[in-house]
């Protein structure tokens, strides 16, 4: 064989090379991409079906006490005797150890608490405080549904304005909202991290529910700016033009008359995830669901 017949093969073996880098290349970015579908889909998921049965345990609480329990400290770390455990000193939630984090401003027994999900009041597992992408779940709750028998005291269906729950179009789909559970869904804006601590997670977010959800400003990291009992509840949504303006957040609430009977419950566990092949699309959908057994119905943004 002549020397340049062992160069042409050479050349030959060297583009078969480059063209199977390609094709090699190609199926690892498509295994990415599905992958990336695939822990999508498991963490709305996980965070759907942990905000369910925290309704769920809510209601079971409410049952076997007559009343609410108060917030968990939402800062102390996995493993410390007051994890998961309500805030003392029912019906003011506050003043003792643990405590909770936030507190209403408006001086009515109505006001606002606020701080993690009690998974030792409710007996869920401590992971039950984390939402699927390890966020803490925030709970706020009025205080007066925290009184020892607090729901033979309060009329049923008790006309007195509590938290707010807003709409897509910032309408207010309810003013007697009992309880808010809180996921601060994938970028966390606001939310206390796994570990721990006083330190809020960052991403920066300048979308004006976002912020009115967490009750912080798009600082890095954010700073609380005072609970105000408000809160909004609506699919996700993009701004294609400010990456930064995106709400992800998910959130569930039950009204003082919503917890008198499982079974005429409107459990309001707004905007439900599908998910597209590959994870793409847009949002899109109605978003609420309700039903008597909590689960969710209707469509919802596709990601």
């Known amino acids: 064989m002549s020397i340049q017949s062992r160069s042409r093969g050479r050349g030959f073996t060297l583009i078969e090379m480059s063209v199977v880098i390609v094709l090699v290349a190609a199926m690892i970015g498509t295994v990415a991409v599905v992958f990336t579908s695939m822990l999508k889909q498991y963490q709305y ?21 007559n009343t609410l329990p108060c917030p968990a400290d939402i800062t102390l ?3 410390d005797t007051h994890f998961g455990v309500m805030a003392q000193n029912m019906g003011t939630c506050t003043g003792g150890i643990p405590t909770s984090n936030f507190s209403g401003s408006d001086g009515t027994a109505q006001e606002p608490r ?8 409710l007996h869920l597992p401590d992971d039950y405080a984390f939402d699927g992408w390890g966020h803490r779940i925030m709970y706020a709750v009025n205080k007066d549904l925290t009184q020892v028998g607090a729901f033979a005291i309060v009329n049923g269906y008790d006309p007195t304005p509590r938290m707010s729950i807003k709409d897509e179009q910032g309408g207010t789909a309810t003013n007697l909202a009992g309880y808010v559970v809180v996921s601060f869904g994938p970028n966390g804006h606001g939310a206390y991290p796994r570990k721990g601590g006083n330190v809020r997670i960052g991403a920066g977010s300048t979308n ?76 899109t959908g109605t978003g609420t669901g309700t039903g008597a057994s909590g689960a969710p119905s209707g469509g919802g943004p596709i990601f």
């Open 208 to 283: 004006v529910d976002e912020l009115n959800n967490c009750d912080c400003n798009s600082a890095l990291p954010p700073a609380s700016t005072g609970l105000d009992g408000v809160f909004v509840q609506k699919n996700a949504t993009l701004n294609p033009g400010n990456a930064v303006d995106a709400f992800d957040d998910i959130v569930v609430y039950a009204t003082r008359a919503d917890m008198i009977l499982q079974s005429s419950m409107a459990w309001s566990l707004g905007p439900q995830y599908t998910f597209a092949p590959g994870g793409g699309g847009a949002p």
């Open 77 to 79: 770390p996995i493993g």
């Open 45 to 65: 998921k996980e965070t759907d079906a942990k905000l369910q049965a925290i309704q769920e345990a809510l209601y079971n609480y409410r049952v076997a006490f």
């Open 114 to 121: 606020e701080g993690m999900v009690p998974t030792q009041a």
